[in-house]
T-cell receptor, first 107, second 117 residues
Framework: RKEVEQDPGPFNVPEGATVAFNCTYS??????FFWYRQDCRKEPKLLMS???SGNEDGRFTAQLNRASQYISLLIRDSKLSDSATYLC????????FGQGTELSVKP | EPEVTQTPSHQVTQMGQEVILRCVPI?????FYWYRQILGQKVEFLVS????????KSEIFDDQFSVERPDGSNFTLKIRSTKLEDSAMYFC???????????????FGPGTRLLVL
């Protein structure tokens, strides 16, 4: 089983839509979790950490289900500027990246 | 805001040549990392470095790769004899245990795009 697995997309949504990304992980990537954002040909940038109780940062909500080894990211009221690749990342002594889910927000 | 810098931004080299990729981590950080991303693929861990030695390396990081911290500010990745499959974006990252997220909160440089012909 891949350490961190994501649906690659692409997700094409209209502005204002709510979009959800999912991610599963294996035991080797299971200490902590993050969502990163990567714009085309740029470096990954930390979007938010994922806490066991779930956490929210503005329009972004992250959830963790340890029993199912499942992580999610919800983006509400999506903006054109949200278009990017969203990387689900685990920590197992180093960052362990999923392959990313591409999001395209259209006018 | 402090940032990680990398040079060069792009490098083209012939197969079999040696390349050195350079990184300047954030000045008070103690943990340093190299990752690579082959075009269209995921970001992959190569190596972590702490206290002037390698703390962990991946299967990718074979004998043709080496890292060094030659002075107090630079962190380099050397590829001794490049292969076509080494073509990728190479990202340097740094972190500090003193940050709220500790070692796990890594700051990435903008990357060096390496093309091996």
């Amino acid at each position: 089983r891949k350490e961190v697995e994501q649906d690659p997309g692409p997700f094409n949504v209209p502005e204002g839509a709510t979009v959800a990304f999912n991610c599963t992980y294996s035991n080797s990537a299971s200490q902590s979790f993050f969502w990163y954002r990567q714009d085309c040909r740029k470096e990954p940038k930390l979007l938010m950490s994922v806490y066991s109780s779930g956490n929210e940062d503005g329009r972004f909500t992250a959830q963790l289900n340890r029993a199912s080894q499942y992580i999610s990211l919800l983006i509400r009221d999506s903006k054109l500027s949200d278009s990017a690749t969203y990387l689900c990342v685990g920590w197992g002594g180093k960052l362990i990246f999923g392959q990313g889910t591409e999001l395209s927000v259209k006018p | 805001e402090p940032e990680v810098t990398q040079t060069p931004s792009h490098q083209v080299t012939q197969m079999g040549q040696e390349v050195i990729l350079r990184c300047v981590p954030i000045s008070n950080h103690l943990y340093f990392y190299w990752y690579r991303q082959i075009l269209g693929q995921k970001v992959e861990f190569l190596v972590s470095f702490y206290n002037n030695e390698i703390s962990e390396k991946s299967e990718i990081f074979d004998d043709q790769f080496s890292v060094e911290r030659p002075d107090g500010s630079n962190f380099t990745l050397k590829i001794r004899s490049t292969k076509l499959e080494d073509s990728a974006m190479y990202f340097c990252a740094s972190s500090d245990v003193g940050d709220p997220g500790g070692q796990e909160t890594q700051y990435f440089g903008p990357g060096t795009r390496l093309l091996v012909l």
